[in-house]
């Protein structure tokens, strides 16, 4: 079996593809998965360089603790521990789980305690492993905003995995949607049911002659007080980032005690939850991921640093044999 190892800390260099001669054998509450699809994400990013440096708090300190890389997966239970009683196998299961599971493999072992579900028979497995990630995070920066139908969101970011996810999942809400994108993918996002598209290329989105109720920027690139002049009087920012100077988790701590404009940071917990939203989306037919490149996993690293270029657009799957 193919398995993608790295012993320390760093770029996609730091990782080498292994052809391993046992496959690993469940523990009681364990399932042995035989991977079909994964992707490469931030998030495997986050995972395999150790930054920000906060990840390491969970991931191990000093060196990973998790050899194999890799977050999410689709795939088949092909053998489970004794405790299992929520898969067979045979069944076609999905998950994900976001300090790393060690799926970048052809088979992995992973605790049916973590988010794992049947994969909806709608999809193919590619479809399922690149639901995760981004819609986990954009069920999360949306979670914490109250809107309601009608109301106008502005979008920035439409071609990443979480503003993708998000503009789908706003559209799912009866929510005007206003998203940015380079020009190649306006027709994309139209098709996608986005009411209005900038081309963030020609068009600088904050100077928009509009009045939003809810600014996302799911790609991290603005901040605050350049957004506050499309903002309505009582409206809410949110940023997928830090901000360039770490200020959104300390406005947002602000923002409690102030009226008017404000930043929310919401903060991503359970999976499981996240996980069975995007369930009842995909199986309404509400919800597909966007796609871009596939790899096969024997080309991982280029797949690493296609990621870490910021270009993807969507997802980036990688296919076993
Ligand atoms: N806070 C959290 O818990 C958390 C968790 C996960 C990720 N994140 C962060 O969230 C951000 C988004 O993650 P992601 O996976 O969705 O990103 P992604 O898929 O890698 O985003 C890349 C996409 O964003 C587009 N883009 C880049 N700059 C843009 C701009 N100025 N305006 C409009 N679109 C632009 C790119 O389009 P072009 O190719 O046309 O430029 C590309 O399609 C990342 O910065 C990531 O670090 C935060």
Partial sequence: MKASIRNKYGSPDVINLTTRSHIPFPQKDEILVKVKATTVNRSDCGVLTGKPWAIRLFTGLLEPRLKVTGTDFSGVVVSKGDD?????????????????????????????????????????????????????????????????????????????AIGNAALQFLKYRGIHVTVTCETDYIPVLESMGADKVVDYTKEDFAKLDDQFDFVFDAVGKSTFWKCKPIMKPNAIYVSSELGPYWQNPLL????????????????????????????????????????DQRYPISEIRDAFEYVMSGKKKGNVVLTFD
């Fill in 252 to 291: 947002a701590l602000i923002a409690q005690f102030i009226k008017g404009k404000k930043v929310k940071f919401p903060l991503p917990f359970s999976i499981h939850r996240s996980m069975v939203f995007i369930n009842e989306l995909i199986e309404k037919d509400k919800f597909r991921p966007l796609i």
């Fill in 84 to 160: 299992v009683d929520k898969f067979n196998i045979g069944d076609d299961v999905y998950g994900f789980f976001d300090q790393g599971i060690g799926s970048h493999a052809s088979y992995f072992c992973v605790s049916t305690k973590k988010a794992i579900l049947k994969k909806p028979w709608k999809i193919t497995y590619e479809q399922a492993a690149a639901s995760l990630e981004g819609a986990h995070y954009a069920f999360y920066f949306l979670d914490k905003v109250v809107l309601k139908k009608g109301d106008k969101v502005l979008l920035n970011g439409g071609t990443g």
